[in-house]
């Protein structure tokens, strides 16, 4: 069996809101990757994929706080590490992030070679500025970036380019575990391409050992990622293979999400656009049955009461609804 | 220097250039708008009692005739011109005949080293009690910034005069009006010092208060704004300390305020104006003053045209120096 990079037992975070109220948006995750493996994280806007990309990193502060659960990266556990501790061993060089606002990540008035000096200070690594930069310019060159866009501040490159120099700047200390959350969102489809492919080599030749790709287009993840999971309301509802979860996805919340996008894939494509009715519950105030049973069309009275497990059926494929399998599948087939 | 800072430069300094021919014209032209005639008061202070009226005209038409008053509007323009060029600014009316050079050359130093130091003084305090306010909030933001926002909403004359009654008149700790003791001759006597340096808080801190208020709260909000950005939280999650992150964000959020403190320093000479009337501190802005009311051309078109002056090179410094401290800017400009 192979090593196993990152293991996360139970991991609960919450926001506490102005008004200290607990809002849980990450609910008792658990998740494993593999070196040289990707996940993919799927769910729409406010399901608690972006905050789960945040605890996962070990690191946090307000209004985000840590509960409970377990982080374990190559085998060192990471919860309940001082968060001085933290911020000098664990982010850049065990856990990477690549923010959402890509466009924006970089501090507007620092040039890109400068702030990367201070990503590498700020863990006390014992380099000159001279080997900073021999290392930035090769690290630079490998990944094919422009070697003088060290020299220059992110507003001066361009929407693409700059999402590439932040990828390179977040792993810059090659860290175990890159968590990249929808960096390729807010691009063109080419620019979106290049990112996407050097990540993948970036995978691939071993600069990083493992990565979580968050997107809230599930069918995006199928040419990207190994595993995807999908998430909901802050818990898992279901993780597969790629391959598993594009054309048989189990919880009706994946197949709503799959069939509310257009996929150019042989055997997707045909299918009729629905959307999914309805919006995410509070988290505040949380359901006490399913938390997808108010939207979802196959919900019974039951559904609305009793919180349904995670269900292991085997071979890494988990889903969370009090449905057998066979009865899901025989449904959506008859839908068909 | 690329090809585009120059481009952009050669356009800066033709804007200005056309900024200060109409600025120039503006400050011949709005004094004489005034009502009043500088001569008839000069006259009426001068004469005898017991004058004929024949002595009277006489006396007008030699003033005017002084003053250049008989020629014509182009006449009195090219004067004017003359002697700004020349560096005199041409004779006082109300102080005859002093050179107006030698009242601004007089005056000007007070208002300099009154106002400099206040004005830098109350930015930088402002700055860094928005700068507190924004990055501790609780305590600083609560009680701090409803006081400063009382104090910015003061207007000028308000505090001036509230500290003058407080300070000067009931607590006596501070001289009332003047810049020194009256009777001293300026010296570099210990004495003559110590005398400045008393008459010198009320005014200064007058202004220090007032400025204060205006740029903490902006700081305060910049603060916020950049405090909430992006790459905050970025560079949070590079492990980068906070200390380093708190020095990318208020180096940030400076960058609008430079604006403001080399606008304030551009604007100096009038803003001048109501601390000195106040606290009679003989700067330029009282010689401003007293030109105004004896509609004494010569001194208001000069104190105006260095306002202008200082304007219009404070902004272009400005300009300059944002340059090179916002990358935004400059690569906003320069392509």
Redesign the interface.
Same mark, same amino acid.
């Given at each position: 069996m192979a090593n196993k990079i990152l293991e996360v037992h139970e991991l609960t975070t919450k926001y506490i809101t102005r008004q200290g109220e607990d809002v849980y948006s990450v609910d008792h995750v658990s998740l494993d990757i593999e070196e040289g493996k990707s996940l993919g994280i799927a769910g729409e806007s406010g399901c608690g994929k972006s905050t789960l990309a945040?605890s996962l990193?070990g690191?946090y502060?307000a209004p985000l706080h840590y509960t409970s659960g377990e982080i374990i990266i190559d085998g060192k556990n990471i919860s309940g590490m001082d968060p001085d501790v933290v911020?000098?061993t664990?982010?850049?060089?065990e856990v &990477?992030?690549i +923010?959402q606002?890509a466009m924006? &990540?970089?501090? +507007?008035?620092?040039k890109v070679g400068k702030f990367i000096e201070?990503?590498i200070f700020?863990?006390e690594l014992k380099m000159t500025k001279e080997e900073i930069r021999e290392m930035a310019e090769q690290r630079f060159a490998k990944l094919g970036l422009p070697v003088d866009a060290l020299d220059k501040?992110s507003?001066?490159l361009s929407g693409g380019m700059r999402q590439r120099v932040?990828i390179a700047?977040?792993t810059i200390l090659s860290p175990k575990v890159l968590i990249a959350d929808e960096p390729s969102s807010a691009l063109d489809v080419t620019s979106q391409k290049m990112v996407i492919k050097m990540m993948k080599d970036m995978l691939n030749t071993g600069l990083v050992k493992s990565m979580i790709f968050i997107t809230h287009e599930l069918p995006l993840l199928y040419n990207v990622t190994d595993d995807i999971m999908v998430m909901y309301a802050g818990q898992i509802v279901e993780r597969g293979t790629a391959h598993e979860m594009v054309f048989d996805p189990i919880h009706p919340y994946s197949r709503g999400l799959m069939r509310s996008i257009l996929v150019p894939e042989e055997g997707t494509r045909d299918v009729k656009l629905t959307a999914i009715p309805g919006t995410p519950p509070n988290l505040k105030h949380p359901p006490a049955g399913c938390r997808f049973a108010d939207r979802c069309r196959y919900a019974t009275p039951s559904c609305k009461v009793v919180s349904p497990p995670l269900l292991d059926i085997g071979g890494g494929r988990t889903y969370r609804c009090s449905m057998p399998v066979e009865q899901l599948r025989e449904v959506y087939a008859s839908e068909d | 220097m690329t090809k585009g800072m120059r481009k952009y430069f050669k356009k800066k300094i033709f804007w200005f250039v056309i900024t200060f021919i109409a600025a120039v014209i503006l400050n011949f032209i709005l004094p004489r708008l005034m009502p009043g005639d500088p001569v008839n008061s000069i006259v009426g202070k001068n004469i005898s009692p017991g004058a004929t009226q024949e002595q009277v005209q006489e006396q007008i038409a030699y003033y005017q005739h002084q003053f250049g008053l008989d020629k014509d509007i182009f006449g009195q323009f090219w004067d004017f011109v003359k002697n700004a060029f020349n560096g005199t600014f041409g004779v006082s009316y109300s102080q005859y005949p002093r050179l107006v050079s030698d009242i601004i050359g007089s005056s000007i130093w007070w208002t300099v080293a009154l106002q400099l130091p206040a004005i830098l003084v109350g930015w930088l305090l402002g700055n860094l009690l928005g700068a507190l306010a924004a990055y501790k909030r609780s305590f600083y933001d609560k009680a701090l910034m409803p006081v400063t926002l009382f104090f910015s909403a003061i207007p000028a004359f308000g505090a001036a005069v509230i500290l003058l009654v407080v300070f000067a008149v009931n607590l006596k700790w501070a001289p009332v009006n003047g810049a020194f003791d009256p009777g001293m001759i300026p010296s570099f006597s210990w004495k003559f010092i110590s005398s400045v340096i008393a008459h010198y808080q009320l005014p200064f801190w007058s202004i220090v208060l007032i400025s204060i208020g205006g740029q903490a709260v902006g700081m305060r909000s910049m603060s916020i704004y950049e405090l909430n950005?992006?790459?905050v939280?970025?560079?949070?999650?590079?492990?980068?300390?906070d200390k380093?992150i708190v020095r990318?964000v208020f180096?940030?959020a400076m960058?609008p305020q430079v604006t403001g403190l080399a606008m304030s320093i551009g604007a100096m000479v009038g803003g001048a104006l109501v601390a000195e009337t106040i606290f009679s501190y003989p700067g330029l802005g009282m010689s401003m003053y007293a030109a105004i009311n004896s509609s004494d051309y010569p001194v208001i078109s000069a104190c105006t045209l260095i306002i202008t002056v200082m304007v219009l090179i404070a902004s272009f410094l400005l300009d300059i120096i944002y340059a090179f401290?916002?990358?935004?800017v400059k690569?906003a400009q320069f392509d």
């Open positions: 945040l990193m690191y502060f911020r000098k664990v982010l850049g060089t &990477a992030y +923010p606002a924006n &990540a970089m501090n +507007p008035t620092r201070d990503v700020a863990h501040y507003v001066e932040v700047v977040s | 950005a992006d790459y939280k970025y560079a949070r999650f590079l492990g980068i300390k380093k990318y180096r940030n960058l401290i916002d990358p935004r690569a």
